[in-house]
């Protein structure tokens, strides 16, 4: 079983519905119709982060249709998100009162193990921003407006961190111990 599946089975297992604003984006990128597909693809390929507006938007649709066909679906693992300031302030104005943030997963890993694994990707994603130019842009946009958001949940409580330096296997199992954690403290 490949680790993205094993991952969607245990959110499914543990009642969450995982949500990728990455994928969210990228998926409303390819969308003919989308207004907003051109604009998604500059901010991805430049490693910048998207407008809030939209990626808010995007996921606030993908929850409330989730709740409408399943009403006991109403907890969600939102992978990549918020990824700066603005989108912090964005979630929680158009969230407040809607949704609560239990805690985050940070897996944390070095640059260049990240650049190598996200170069590997590539050779078979297809995803224009798996290159050691936007990836190393990536970087810096995440240590700039990123990582203080992290460290902000940090300082609330709320970061659950994963080594992801470890191997997949090892990475699975540390996700799988935090779920379980987290369904037995509620």
């Not at 507006?53 to 969600?76: C, G, P, W, Y």
């Not at 809607?98 to 190598?116: G, M, T, Y």
Request: glycine letters at 6%.
């Amino acid at each position: 079983m490949n680790s993205d599946i094993f991952i969607c089975y245990l959110f499914q297992k543990y009642g969450y519905t995982h949500l990728s604003a990455g994928e969210l984006l990228r998926d409303e990128r390819k969308n003919p119709d989308s207004q907003y597909g051109e604009l998604i693809e500059k901010y991805i390929k430049e490693g910048k982060i998207v407008p809030v507006e939209i990626t808010i938007s995007l996921l606030k649709r993908e929850m409330d249709q989730t709740m409408a066909a399943n009403a006991q679906k109403n907890k969600f693992l939102i992978d990549g998100f918020p990824r700066n300031q603005d989108n912090l302030q964005g979630w929680n104005k158009t969230m407040d009162g809607k949704a609560d943030v239990s805690f985050v997963l940070f897996f944390d890993c070095n640059n260049e193990i990240c650049i190598e694994r996200c170069l590997e990707r590539g050779k078979s994603s297809g995803r224009s921003d798996d290159n050691r130019e936007s990836l190393e842009k990536r970087i810096q946009t995440y240590l700039q407006s990123t990582k203080p958001i992290i460290d902000l949940y940090e300082e609330m409580g709320k970061v659950k961190k994963i080594d992801a330096s470890k191997s997949v296997d090892e990475c699975l199992l540390s996700l799988k111990r935090y779920l379980e954690m987290m369904v037995t403290e509620r």
